[in-house]
């Protein structure tokens, strides 16, 4: 099947069904910076694949706004050539501030990985069976043969690996960088899903950002 494209051109054939899942390998925050409440957070995907970058950076966005953070995708706000990023500093800040956007988070591609991953067959769960496949020997049996004996397996997958930096707009210095890893996803809706999901659950959960809007 076609590979999505995000930032690159790639295939990738459907060797699995799995349940995609994104966490975040590494992060950085500035020690000197408090959690921050923003007026206006600019999403923008690193990107020459105009619809990749609009899917991965509207999903951002709607995570955002779901947990009370006003948040808007550059997909939305700049011209689908950008030539607005290769200006001087003082246009882009100026632009920024006309939109009234303080918080700037950009997103880029690091890298894809192919790997292979053993899948453990079924795991020995003795707590699970009491009082019910213990009961009998010939419940017992039965069913702890296809249990214990069921076998694993290899899968091959691709991995994305994304970075994503925080910014604020008045000083245009880094407040947090973070890498994530998403776990083979079969499309872009899969991976911006996924990503989206796991980036703001890790903003909160570290009070990287505050929300502005109570929910």
């Known amino acids: 099947m076609k590979y999505f494209k995000l930032f690159l051109l790639l295939t990738l054939p459907v060797l699995w069904q799995s349940c995609t899942s994104t966490q975040i390998v590494a992060s ?16 923008i995907g690193m990107s020459q694949d105009v619809a990749a970058r609009a899917t991965v950076e509207d999903e ?20 689908p050539e950008r030539k ?24 880029s591609l690091l890298r894809t990985e192919d790997k292979t991953r053993y899948v453990q067959g079924n795991a020995y769960d003795p707590v699970g069976y009491y009082g019910g496949y213990y009961g009998s020997f010939y419940t017992y049996y039965p069913h702890m043969y296809g249990t214990v004996y069921q076998p694993g397996y290899y899968v091959n997958t691709k991995d994305v690996y994304l970075e994503t930096n925080l910014y604020d707009v008045a000083t245009g210095k880094l407040l947090w960088s973070a890498q994530s890893e998403t776990m083979d996803p079969q499309s872009i809706d899969e991976l911006a899903n996924s990503f989206a999901r796991g980036l703001v659950s890790h903003l909160l959960k570290r009070k990287i950002i505050v929300p502005t809007v109570t929910k």
């Open 28 to 43: 950085w925050h500035d020690e000197n910076t408090q959690p921050r409440q923003f007026k206006k957070i600019l999403v």
């Open 60 to 79: 951002v966005v709607y995570f955002l706004n779901l947990k009370g953070i006003p948040a808007v995708s550059a997909s939305s706000l700049l011209a």
């Open 84 to 107: 607005i990023l290769k200006a001087s500093p003082e246009v882009q800040k100026q632009k920024l501030n006309e939109e009234g956007i303080d918080g700037v988070l950009a997103i």
